[in-house]
C-alpha cells in the first residue's frame, strides 16, 4: 500500500497496474473542511431529529447507531445520498482536474455509493430486509467490480468521512488481481486460491484510490464504531466491460459537461460491446415479463 499527500502525486496506470494508494486528508483537497460532515449531521437533523444530530456531532459519527436505530440509519443513508448527489459530481471533477497529465483519457461515473455500516450487532436479523443494501448497510462478499455493471479499467475512490478500522473496513487480496476467478454472476465460487487480504485503515478525510477489479469484500464491522464512507468512480482510457457484467453502466467525457454537447458525453461507453450486451438484456427481461 503507497501512501501520497497530494492528488498531483498521482499516476492512475499504477493503480491499474495493481497498487494500493492512499491519499492522506486528500478529502479536504477536493472540498471544503468538514462540509460533507455538516451534509450528514443535516441529513441526521432530517431524517431522525435535530437533537439526535447535535448529540452525533457531539459524539462523532462513529456513533450515531447509538442514538439511532436501523429504521433511522437507513433513512440517513438515503437522505445523505441525495444530498450529496450534486456535490460528489463537482467533486470527481475537481479529483479529475487536480490529477497530474495521464497517459490516457480520463471518464468520470455518475455512482455514487454513501456506505453506512453499523456494527453487525446492531443489524442482526435484519440482513435479509436489508438485501437492497448490500455494500451499503450491510456487508458484501468477495467480488469484483466489473462483474456488476462497472468498467475493468475503472478505478475506486473511497473517500472516508469517519474512522475506517481493521474490525470494520475493506478487504483487498492483491494477489488475485487479473486473475481468472471463477464466479457465478456476482458471487465468488469457493475453494480458489486468492492469497491473502490487505486490511484497509483510514482516517476521516483520507482518500482510497484501488482497480475496481482487485478482488474485494466488506469486513463484517465487529468493532464498537459505525463506518462512515462515500465511493466514486473514474475510468482511465475508454471504458470497457466484462463480456459477464450483470449490467452497464456509463463513463462520462468530463470536457464536455456543463456545455452544450452534455448529451454526448456518454458516447464513448454507448459505442461499446457492453452496453450492446446490455440491450439485449433488457429486452429479454421485457419479453419475459410480457410471457408471464
Known amino acids: 500500500m503507497t501512501s501520497h499527500r497530494s492528488l498531483d502525486e498521482i499516476d492512475l496506470r499504477h493503480v491499474l497496474d495493481g497498487r494500493i494508494v492512499v491519499v492522506q486528508g486528500g478529502l479536504a483537497q477536493l472540498t471544503s473542511t468538514g462540509s460533507w460532515t455538516r451534509a450528514a449531521l443535516a441529513a441526521i437533523a432530517s431524517a431522525v431529529s435535530p437533537e439526535v444530530a447535535e448529540q452525533v456531532s457531539e459524539r462523532g459519527l462513529e456513533h450515531i447507531h447509538t442514538v439511532a436505530d436501523v429504521d433511522q440509519l437507513r433513512a440517513v443513508r438515503d437522505d445523505l445520498d441525495r444530498r450529496l448527489r450534486p456535490a460528489a459530481r463537482h467533486l470527481l471533477l475537481r479529483f479529475a482536474d487536480l490529477l497530474p497529465p495521464q497517459s490516457r483519457k480520463v471518464y468520470v461515473s455518475e455512482h455514487l455509493g454513501v456506505r453506512i455500516m453499523p456494527p453487525r450487532t446492531v443489524v442482526h436479523g435484519r440482513e435479509e430486509e436489508l438485501g437492497g443494501y448490500t ?44 486473475r481468472s476467478l471463477l464466479h457465478e454472476g456476482v458471487r465468488l465460487l469457493p475453494d480458489q486460491a486468492v492469497g491473502e487480504p490487505v486490511e484497509v485503515q483510514l482516517d476521516p478525510g483520507d482518500l482510497l484510490l484501488f482497480a475496481g477489479d482487485h478482488l474485494h469484500a466488506t469486513r463484517p464491522n465487529s468493532g464498537p464504531e ?62 419475459n415479463s410480457r410471457g408471464t
Open 226 to 287: 459505525t463506518r462512515w464512507v462515500v465511493t466514486k468512480r473514474i475510468c482511465l482510457g475508454p471504458p470497457r466491460y466484462h463480456p459477464r457484467a450483470t449490467g452497464w453502466v456509463p463513463y462520462l467525457d468530463p470536457r464536455l459537461l456543463g456545455t452544450p454537447l452534455r448529451p454526448l458525453a456518454p458516447l464513448r461507453s454507448v459505442l461499446t460491446v457492453g452496453r450492446a450486451r446490455q440491450l439485449v438484456r433488457q429486452t429479454r427481461r421485457r419479453l
Open 135 to 178: 455494500g451499503f448497510m450491510v456487508p458484501t462478499g468477495a467480488h469484483v467490480d466489473s462483474w456488476f455493471n462497472t468498467a475493468v479499467n475503472s478505478v475506486n475512490l473511497w473517500m472516508a468521512l469517519s474512522r475506517v478500522r481493521r474490525d470494520n473496513g475493506l478487504l483487498i487480496w492483491p494477489g488475485a488481481y487479473r
